[in-house]
């Protein structure tokens, strides 16, 4: 029993229509439901010329009516293209012109017979399917993906194989052979763009699997920055020490480098909160951590211990942490910047260098605290 390559295609386009929806059902995508629809119009369209008919008129109907079926599904992966691009060309008002092409091909055909719908059919379906090629191509080239490759060679292939039989289709109106190749060529074309668009519905899930692993990530970053960080100066905290005292004092010790510690206090700070209020007294503590960065080196660490209190820890030894502390106080009261500040506002600075085998800290941010104490009696 022979076989009818149009009823044939028409099957193959309702499974691939199945397979389709089956994906949208996984992945809830509106592209993958307009091809599934583009696919599904395939099928009849097919039926329609797949048959004769013994009056005239209904086999004029039947041809424009597959023309404009076909002009359909060319809109509806054009309409799927630019879902999955969100680039919005396609609106349900631009849409309303489809309209006018459907009265037009249902009509035309019985009066003034097919040619009205032939290569007017052929050509707005190429277009359409240009355009659909066009933006998969985009993708292609923005996100690497080997599926949209896939589907914009085989609607480019569709786009040629529409133009060839719109000119080619009024000059051999007896040739059945070159209705079969066409049918053939697009049959492979078609059963490509199956392929590809599984392919790209297969990486659109890897590629919003890696979006989302990247936002993670940045994610758990600004977690882990704002766990580390004071929210008011921006300095380090103390969890932040605590991560990082272990492996500076590893450092200090195998490549016997010289470390100190600097505690630097706020003068007359609770004055300031007294009299001006808590914003000026923040103010006052994000000047002094600005200050502070300034004059430490970026390989260095500065933290806020607490209240009007900050921490440095510093590659030097103790000489030179004196010498550090004394540049601090002076470079503090010459900035400037510190005319702007309430009077009265200075640094009482201690220090302390770490001696070799040390394993914690802690008890040392004691002893630069005393000397910070000694230093503060000066000035009152």
Known sequence: MPISPRRAAAFGAAIVCGLLLLQYAHRRKPFILLW?????????????????????????????????????????FFWSADLYRQTRYVRPARLKPLIGVAVWFLLTPPLFGTLTVLSPGD????????????????????????????????????AVSHLTTAFVVPRMLTSSQFAFDILLVNSVLYAFGALGIHQLVFEDMTYELRVTNRRLE?????????AITDPLTGCHNRRFLEQVMERELQRHTRFDLPLSLLFIDVD?????????????????????????????????????WGGDEFLVLITCEAIEAKRKAR????????????IELPPGIGLSV???????????????????????????????
Not at 45 to 64: D, H, K, P, S, W
């Open 36 to 76: 599934a629809a583009g696919w599904l119009l395939i099928a009849p369209a097919m039926l329609l010329i797949a048959r004769g008919y013994e009056n005239v008129t209904i086999a004029r109907v039947a041809v424009g009516l597959s023309q404009f079926l076909g002009i359909c599904t060319a809109t509806l």
């Open 123 to 158: 050509v707005l379906s190429a277009l359409l399917m240009a355009g659909a090629g066009a933006m998969y191509a985009a993708v292609l080239i923005e996100r690497r993906m080997i599926g949209a490759g896939l589907v914009a060679c085989v609607l480019f292939g569709l």
């Open 218 to 226: 940045t994610a758990q970053t600004e977690l882990l920055q704002a």
């Open 268 to 304: 007359r700070f609770k004055q300031i909160n007294d009299r001006l209020g808590h914003d000026a007294g923040d103010r006052v503590l994000q000047y002094v951590a600005r200050f502070l960065k300034r004059h430490i080196r970026e390989a260095d660490y500065v933290f806020r």
């Open 327 to 338: 540049a601090l106080k002076a470079a503090f009261d010459a900035a400037p910047g510190a």
């Open 350 to 380: 201690g220090w302390t260098e770490v001696p070799a085998g040390t394993t914690d800290l802690i008890p040392l941010v004691g002893e630069a605290d005393e000397r910070m104490y000694e230093d503060k009696k000066k000035v009152t």
